[in-house]
C-alpha cells in the first residue's frame, strides 16, 4: 500500500497556502497547476509550489492533519508548521 502524505503548496502570485493530502505529489502538484480539480481552490493560480511534505503512517493519519491544519485558518499557524514540522509529530 502507498504510503501518503500531507502537504502544503505556496502560491507566490496570490500569496496563498494550500493544504492537503496525497500519495503521489509530483502527480498532484502538476495536476493542481494544471487546474485539472475544477472546484479546488487552488484554480486561483498556476505557480503552486511544495513548500511542506510530511509523510504519514497511513491515509487516516494525513486527512487527520490536513483537517486540523484547515480547520484553523490561520496563515501563520501553517508559516510555523512550514519553519517547524516536528509540530505535526504531537
Do not use: C
Amino acid at each position: 500500500m502507498a504510503s501518503h502524505s500531507l502537504y502544503i503548496l505556496y502560491s507566490r502570485s496570490n500569496i496563498k497556502y494550500y493544504v492537503g493530502e496525497t500519495h503521489n505529489i509530483e502527480e498532484r502538484i502538476l495536476k493542481h497547476n494544471q487546474h485539472l480539480y475544477s472546484n479546488s481552490f487552488t484554480k486561483i493560480a498556476n505557480d503552486w509550489e511544495l513548500v511542506l511534505l510530511h509523510h504519514s503512517e497511513d491515509r487516516t493519519k494525513a486527512l487527520f492533519l490536513e483537517k486540523f491544519i484547515k480547520k484553523m485558518k490561520s496563515k501563520i499557524f501553517i508559516q510555523k508548521i512550514i519553519s517547524n514540522p516536528k509540530i505535526l509529530k504531537d
